[in-house]
């Protein structure tokens, strides 16, 4: 009886390093700085996209929108809140912005008011279908498309704005 699970956790372990590796190789292709990779802090502006770490495994994204960040919360509220907030239960104790090759935050027109108007609603949240991720792009590009890792939110940055990601620190 060991034999099967053993073999079975070694599929597990060598799907996962699959993924963590394809995952790289998608980050690779899009972001030229990854948060915690530059020291040179950038104020951001309304409209900005910005992460933070969970525990060094995941990122959670958001949109800056006068001096406070607005998030997809796990529970499914759509809620604004300040940066000490953001990273409060969360490993990560910096903010980082992303920013073009120019280390200028990238903002898309309407992206800050698409946010704003879902404040104080309710989506349904799955960590899989519908994260913050998710929430990010379709503020930046009015899309309900899934998207489940960071990669993939590089990756559509990457492509929306044609260039690579620099995520610097905020200044505030």
């Known amino acids: 009886m060991p034999a099967p699970l053993l073999w079975l956790g070694a599929g597990v372990i060598a799907m996962l390093a699959g993924t963590k590796y394809s995952n790289g190789k998608k980050l690779e292709q899009s972001v030229s700085r990854l948060p915690g990779n530059s020291d040179e802090k950038v104020k951001p502006i309304n409209g900005a996209v910005v992460t933070c770490g969970i525990y060094g495994l995941f990122e959670h994204t958001g949109i800056w929108v006068d001096g406070n960040i607005l998030e997809l919360k796990g529970n499914g509220l759509i809620r604004g809140i300040s940066p000490n907030r953001f990273l409060q239960e969360r490993s990560g104790d910096e903010i980082y912005v992303a920013c073009g090759g120019n ?15 879902q404040l104080f609603s309710y989506s349904e949240y799955d960590v899989i279908k519908n994260n913050c991720h998710k929430f990010v792009w379709q503020c930046i590009s009015g899309e309900s498309n899934p998207l489940t890792r960071f990669s993939e939110l590089n990756q559509k940055l990457a492509e929306r704005f044609d260039t690579t990601i620099h995520w610097h620190p905020i200044d505030e």
Do not use: F, K, Y
């Not at 280390?103 to 108007?117: E, H, K, M, Y």
């Open 103 to 117: 280390n200028t935050p990238l903002i898309q027109a309407g992206t800050a008011d698409r946010a704003v108007s």
